[in-house]
């Protein structure tokens, strides 16, 4: 099923994200949903968080034919090398992308949604993708890395749009 996405300002999207308890078919069905919903958007990633649902999920995939999706629920970052800067953008704040900088390389210790641990490296884009999740997670969305000029520039820009519609 797609699912509406929260889009910024939405407070919302400052919600952190409790970690997941139970694993079940619930669960399961929510990850499906968010591959879906990531799928159609379309996007690379997409965080519980961004689709009102606060716990710490997220559903990742940078094939360029959907054929690498990774479920990462409860992730933690336990290591982090190097430096990238990067184009973002985000489905929660359609139709604009900034540089951002990230760690180049991550080692992140997670489970998936049938509750079973696993690692993963990462790096380049994978990594930058999920460290931009992660950050739905705790609230933290990719606007915020951002001088204080280009967001207050974002906001002017959103409200405008909004006056649009």
């Keep these: 099923m797609i699912l509406p996405i929260l889009h910024y300002p939405d407070k919302r999207l400052r ?3 409790k970690d997941v308890d139970v694993f079940d078919e619930s669960l399961v069905s929510l990850v499906d949903d968010m591959f879906e919903t990531m799928y ?6 997409l965080a519980a968080t961004q689709i009102d649902h606060h716990h710490r999920v997220i559903v990742i995939d940078i094939s360029d034919n959907k054929s690498e999706p990774i479920c990462l629920v409860n992730p933690t970052i336990t290591d982090k090398y190097g430096e990238i800067e990067s184009e973002e953008g985000c489905l929660s704040v359609p139709e604009y992308f900034e540089l951002v900088k990230r760690y180049n390389s991550i080692e992140v210790k997670t489970k998936n949604q049938h509750g079973e ?3 993963v490296k990462a790096e380049g884009m994978l990594s930058v993708c999920i ?3 992660i950050d739905h997670l705790n609230g933290i969305l990719f606007v ?3 001088s204080k000029l280009k967001q ?8 405008k749009s909004a006056k649009q519609l």
């Design 40 to 45: 159609e958007a379309p996007g690379i990633g």
């Design 15 to 17: 919600t952190i994200a």
């Design 152 to 159: 207050s520039r974002l906001i002017k820009k959103t409200k």
């Design 144 to 146: 915020d890395r951002l």
């Design 117 to 119: 641990d696993f690692e």
């Design 131 to 133: 460290q931009h999740e």
